[in-house]
């Protein structure tokens, strides 16, 4: 089967089955709950799901310490409930990613007994070893703050294992010919059981070179290749999103020059200079971004995302840029995490101004690469900044003002629902916002439909175009003779704005496709307009030929 580059143009909503919707008033989501939403997510227009671990765990980070690869945690259901929430997904033509969590097990998983309890067991090179503590063991690590060490001792075999992340998630030795093999026959099974592909947790850590000699390990790009060629032959429209948080000249390195490892990766250099020009409306270290992710395969494509279930990473700012985005959306030490992020949702980091949600989410509709939604975003949820790390952005779905938000029947939700001040389930709802029409949902809605009808922006070339003033972002998409010009104002007043579509007669006419205000450049082919504060503006170049047709002229 041919890959039809589906991806390219497609709309992804990332969500917990933990926290979306209980259906059987235990307080913990589960895919019969989830299955009775399908009708809800393809209303609103995606037609991918990214699921987040759901795989037996003992739940010490949030799923991602994997017990079980080939299982269910039973709290959610059944192997035959995530196969009839696949059929029903595939029924409504959306395709189901899923979480690949193999950089690491849990502490419980029968490998890892296995490995510490018998130095002979052929579990034991599955995993990383050395006898002495390094002396590099209070270094690497990923959760500073929190996480004192990458190097743990067994008390059964008496030896150090290597943990990049937290201490009950030992890393799997990924050099290993037999946990490679086991990776694929993960991926191989999933698979057979109705998903498009996965996000691929922690890339970078996965390929990476493992071992206590080792000070500088170099990342093993052959891993990937054999990673996509085992997905093209099982199944050949299925695809790896990965998470590669990487400066941009190693980007081809994970793409391959040639288009042969990862389908998809999350552009974090964008994301960060996306929140430095929201905090600043200096849109130039954006534009700047924007070129250096700008090489890529034809074949592979960015994934474009605001917040997710991590905290905001700064950690590829300048210091003094960095300093800026704290200032404006976490000024206060609860609202920080791991010396380098914030922890909060997108809507309180605004301030529940629409204006401005509206023109973040214009914006990451727009950029070049796929959309990545979270759950909860599309009606402007928040945050609980009483609960640990990054649990206070992972509260459960706010369906309706009923107890517990509509998430559960039961009185003991698995996080609290938010319940206090402007964000509680009682004012922030999915069903309030379906009967208001100019509600978050509703235009995230239009918006999706918006986006998914101009795929210049996810097939296409980009270009900046100058409109003279560093707080506004204009671009122009091109692909098979069609041209989409977009234009965001980031500041809190409105600007007068001059610009030259660049594409000749057809840029004459620019008809909005937002709003229905068209706009014609005047005798030297110059667009001018007023933007209000925090507007935006989506145009499709409509030509001499567009006005000619016009009635009204």
């Known amino acids: 089967m041919i890959n039809d580059l589906w991806y390219k143009n497609a709309v992804v909503y990332c969500l917990s089955v933990e926290t979306f919707m209980d259906s059987n008033g235990d307080g913990v989501g589960d895919f019969q709950g989830l299955q009775r939403r399908l009708d809800y997510l393809a209303g609103l227009g995606i037609n991918t799901i990214w699921l987040m671990p759901f795989q037996m765990s003992p739940g010490r980070d949030d799923g991602y310490d994997v017990s079980d690869y080939y299982n269910i945690d039973p709290r959610y259901g059944t192997l035959g409930d995530f196969v009839e929430f696949t059929h029903g997904a595939k029924q409504r033509g959306i395709r189901v990613l899923i979480d690949l969590v193999v950089n690491h097990t849990s502490d419980q998983h029968p490998w890892f007994k296995q490995a510490c309890a018998d130095r002979t067991s052929p579990y034991r090179d599955w995993y990383v070893w050395s006898d002495k503590k390094p002396a590099n063991a209070d270094e690497g690590m990923v959760f500073p703050g929190v996480q004192k060490t990458t190097w743990t001792r067994d008390p ?5 294992y290597f943990h990049r992340f937290y201490n009950f998630q030992p890393d799997l030795n990924t050099a290993n010919p037999h946990v490679q093999a086991e990776i694929l026959k993960i991926m191989g099974f999933w698979i057979q059981l109705g998903v498009s592909g996965f996000r691929m947790d ?8 493992k071992g ?19 997905l093209q032959w099982r199944k050949g429209d299925s695809i790896i999103l990965a998470e590669a948080n990487v400066v941009p000249k190693e980007n081809l390195r994970y793409f391959g020059e040639d288009g042969d490892r990862m389908h998809m990766m999350f552009n974090f250099h964008v994301n960060q200079s996306l929140f430095f020009a929201l905090a600043s409306a200096d849109t130039r270290p954006l534009a700047h971004a924007l070129d250096q992710t700008r090489d890529h395969p034809q074949t592979a494509q960015w994934g474009i995302f605001l917040r997710n279930h991590d905290e905001l990473d700064l950690g590829r ?48 509709y727009s950029l070049p690469g796929t959309p990545v939604l979270r759950y909860g975003d599309e009606i402007g949820m928040g945050d609980d900044l009483t609960l640990e790390e990054r649990n206070c952005a992972r509260t459960p779905m706010q369906w309706s003002d009923e107890p517990q938000g509509g998430f559960t029947k039961g009185k003991a939700p698995v996080l609290p629902v938010i319940s206090e001040g402007p964000y509680s389930f009682e004012h922030v709802n999915v069903a309030a916002q379906r009967r208001d029409t100019d509600s978050m949902l509703n235009w995230t809605e239009r918006m999706i439909r918006m986006r998914k009808e101009a795929p210049e922006i996810g097939w296409g070339s980009f270009d900046v175009l100058d409109c003279g003033d560093p707080g506004v972002l204009c671009m122009r998409y091109d692909w098979r003779n069609n041209a989409v010009v977009i234009l965001h104002n980031f500041h809190d007043a409105p600007i007068e704005i001059t610009f030259d579509a660049g594409i000749g007669e057809d840029g004459y006419v620019l008809i909005d496709i937002a709003d229905g205000s068209d706009s014609r450049a005047d005798e030297q082919g110059k667009h001018r307009m007023v ?16 006005l000619l047709k016009r009635s009204d002229i």
């Open 156 to 160: 059964i075999s008496g030896s150090y």
């Open 212 to 230: 206590a000699e080792i000070s500088a390990p170099k990342p093993q790009f052959d891993m990937l290749r054999s990673f996509r060629e085992f």
């Open 202 to 209: 922690a890339v970078p850590f996965v390929i990476a070179e």
């Open 531 to 546: 933007l209000e504060p925090y507007g935006y503006r989506w145009y499709r170049a409509g030509g001499l030929d567009y």
């Open 317 to 364: 700012l300048t210091e003094k840029q960095r300093q800026a985005v704290f200032a404006a959306f976490g000024p206060e030490k609860s609202m920080q995490l791991y010396d380098r992020g914030i922890r909060r949702r997108l809507a309180p980091m605004l301030g529940g101004d629409v204006r401005r949600l509206k023109l973040a989410y214009s914006l990451m």
